[in-house]
C-alpha cells in the first residue's frame, strides 16, 4: 500500500505557541502572566474541558498573544511553528495566522507582523524537512473596515502566501460582510478557504461557497444539518477541513461519538483530519488521526481517505 504524506491543512499557528516561549517572551518583555511555570501555566493557555462555545475556545488565545510584543516574537513563534510540524513528521503543513489579531497586544503593525511571520516559516522550511505554506487570516471579529486594513497587510505579500482565510465569531459576523474583500483576494489569484459551518449553519457555509468563492470550508461539520449541501460539496470537489478535537472542545458536536466525519467521508465529501490549535488544545496531527478519529468511528480506511483528501485539496500540488 502507498504511504500517503502525513498533512496539516488546518492548523493555526497562533494556536499553537509553547508554553515555554510563551514564558520566555513575558519574562523577556516584561509582561505578567497569572503563572510562572509550565504546570500551573497550562490551565490557562490549554482547554481540557468542553467549553461552552467557539468564543470562550478562543478565550485561550489571551496569554499567547499577550506575549507578541515584537516583530522578532512574531518570527520565533512562526519559525517554531515549523519545527514542531517537523518533530510530528510532517511532510507538508499549511500555517494559518491573522497580522492584526497577533498584531493587537503592542500595537504592532499588520504588515511587518506579516513580513515577521512568512519570514520564519520560510526560514524553518530551509533548516527543517517539511514544507510549509502560508494562510493568511481575516479575524471577522474585527468588522469589515479594520479587515480591510488587514487584507492590505496581506496583499502585500500575496506571493509568500497561498490562500486568505475568514476566522472568528461566524455567528455575529456572517460571509455577506466580507464580499469586497474576498472578490479582491480572487483577483490577487489566491484561493479561499473560510471557516463555516461551527458556530453558525449550514446556511454560512453556503454563503461562504456562493459570496466569498470558497474551495475549501474550515471545519463545515454542520453540513451535516443539510442534505442538499452535502452532494453539492461533492459535486463541486469542496474540500472540508475537519478538525475532530477542537470541535469537541468548542461544543460544536457533543461528542467524538457524535461527529458527522465518518458520516460526511462515506458521502463522498473531501474531508480531511487535522488539528487547528494544538497548543490551545494539547494535541497532536498523530491524536487527530488515532485516538480522535477512532473515536468518532473512523477506521484504518477513513483515515486514509481523510489523508489522500487532504493531498487532492492542499493549496499546493503536492
Given at each position: 500500500?502507498?504511504t500517503?504524506?502525513?498533512i496539516?491543512?488546518?492548523?493555526h499557528?497562533?494556536?499553537n505557541?509553547r508554553?515555554q516561549?510563551?514564558?520566555?517572551l513575558?519574562?523577556?518583555n516584561?509582561?505578567?502572566?497569572?503563572?510562572h511555570?509550565?504546570?500551573?501555566?497550562?490551565?490557562?493557555?490549554?482547554?481540557?474541558?468542553p467549553q461552552a462555545?467557539?468564543?470562550?475556545?478562543?478565550?485561550?488565545?489571551?496569554w499567547?498573544?499577550?506575549?507578541?510584543?515584537s516583530?522578532?516574537?512574531c518570527?520565533?513563534?512562526?519559525?517554531e511553528?515549523v519545527?514542531?510540524?517537523?518533530?510530528?513528521?510532517?511532510?507538508y503543513?499549511?500555517?494559518?495566522?491573522?497580522?492584526?489579531?497577533?498584531?493587537?497586544?503592542h500595537?504592532?503593525a499588520?504588515?511587518?507582523?506579516?513580513?515577521?511571520v512568512?519570514?520564519?516559516i520560510?526560514?524553518?522550511?530551509r533548516?527543517?524537512?517539511?514544507?510549509?505554506?502560508?494562510?493568511?487570516?481575516?479575524?471577522?471579529?474585527?468588522g469589515?473596515?479594520?479587515?480591510?486594513?488587514?487584507l492590505?497587510a496581506l496583499?502585500?505579500?500575496?506571493?509568500?502566501?497561498v490562500?486568505?482565510?475568514l476566522a472568528?465569531d461566524?455567528?455575529?459576523?456572517?460571509a455577506?460582510?466580507f464580499?469586497e474583500?474576498f472578490?479582491?483576494?480572487?483577483?490577487?489569484?489566491?484561493g479561499?478557504?473560510?471557516h463555516?459551518g461551527?458556530?453558525?449553519?449550514?446556511?454560512?457555509i453556503?454563503?461562504a461557497?456562493?459570496l466569498?468563492?470558497?474551495t475549501r470550508?474550515?471545519?463545515?461539520?454542520?453540513a451535516?444539518?443539510?442534505?442538499e449541501?452535502?452532494?453539492?460539496?461533492?459535486e463541486?470537489?469542496?474540500?472540508?477541513?475537519?478538525?475532530p478535537?477542537?470541535?469537541v472542545q468548542?461544543?460544536t458536536?457533543?461528542?467524538?461519538e457524535a461527529?458527522?466525519?465518518r458520516t460526511i467521508?462515506?458521502?463522498?465529501?473531501l474531508?480531511?483530519?487535522?488539528?487547528d490549535d494544538p497548543?490551545?488544545s494539547?494535541?497532536?496531527?498523530d491524536?487527530?488521526?488515532?485516538?480522535?478519529a477512532s473515536?468518532?468511528?473512523?477506521?484504518?480506511?477513513?483515515?486514509?481517505?481523510?489523508?489522500?483528501n487532504?493531498?487532492?485539496?492542499?493549496?499546493?500540488r503536492?
Amino acid at each position: 500500500m502507498t504511504t500517503l504524506p502525513r498533512i496539516d491543512l488546518h492548523r493555526h499557528l497562533d494556536g499553537n505557541i509553547r508554553l515555554q516561549t510563551i514564558l520566555d517572551l513575558a519574562d523577556k518583555n516584561h509582561i505578567r502572566l497569572p503563572a510562572h511555570d509550565l504546570e500551573s501555566l497550562r490551565p490557562f493557555v490549554t482547554v481540557t474541558t468542553p467549553q461552552a462555545g467557539l468564543l470562550d475556545f478562543l478565550a485561550k488565545f489571551h496569554w499567547p498573544i499577550a506575549v507578541l510584543a515584537s516583530l522578532e516574537d512574531c518570527y520565533r513563534v512562526a519559525w517554531e511553528n515549523v519545527e514542531d510540524a517537523a518533530r510530528e513528521n510532517l511532510d507538508y503543513i499549511e500555517l494559518r495566522f491573522s497580522p492584526l489579531f497577533m498584531a493587537s497586544a503592542h500595537g504592532l503593525a499588520p504588515v511587518g507582523v506579516v513580513e515577521a511571520v512568512t519570514d520564519g516559516i520560510a526560514a524553518g522550511c530551509r533548516e527543517f524537512s517539511v514544507r510549509a505554506e502560508s494562510i493568511g487570516i481575516l479575524s471577522r471579529t474585527y468588522g469589515a473596515e479594520l479587515c480591510r486594513e488587514e487584507l492590505r497587510a496581506l496583499l502585500a505579500f500575496a506571493e509568500r502566501l497561498v490562500a486568505i482565510d475568514l476566522a472568528g465569531d461566524e455567528a455575529n459576523f456572517p460571509a455577506r460582510h466580507f464580499v469586497e474583500h474576498f472578490r479582491l483576494v480572487r483577483e490577487a489569484g489566491l484561493g479561499v478557504t473560510i471557516h463555516a459551518g461551527e458556530a453558525a449553519g449550514a446556511e454560512s457555509i453556503w454563503d461562504a461557497i456562493h459570496l466569498l468563492g470558497a474551495t475549501r470550508i474550515g471545519h463545515g461539520v454542520r453540513a451535516i444539518e443539510d442534505p442538499e449541501l452535502l452532494d453539492f460539496l461533492v459535486e463541486k470537489a469542496i474540500g472540508l477541513e475537519c478538525c475532530p478535537t477542537s470541535n469537541v472542545q468548542t461544543s460544536t458536536v457533543t461528542a467524538y461519538e457524535a461527529h458527522p466525519l465518518r458520516t460526511i467521508l462515506a458521502r463522498g465529501i473531501l474531508a480531511t483530519i487535522n488539528t487547528d490549535d494544538p497548543g490551545i488544545s494539547a494535541i497532536s496531527l498523530d491524536h487527530e488521526l488515532t485516538t480522535a478519529a477512532s473515536r468518532c468511528g473512523l477506521d484504518e480506511e477513513h483515515v486514509r481517505m481523510a489523508q489522500a483528501n487532504s493531498v487532492r485539496i492542499a493549496f499546493r500540488r503536492l
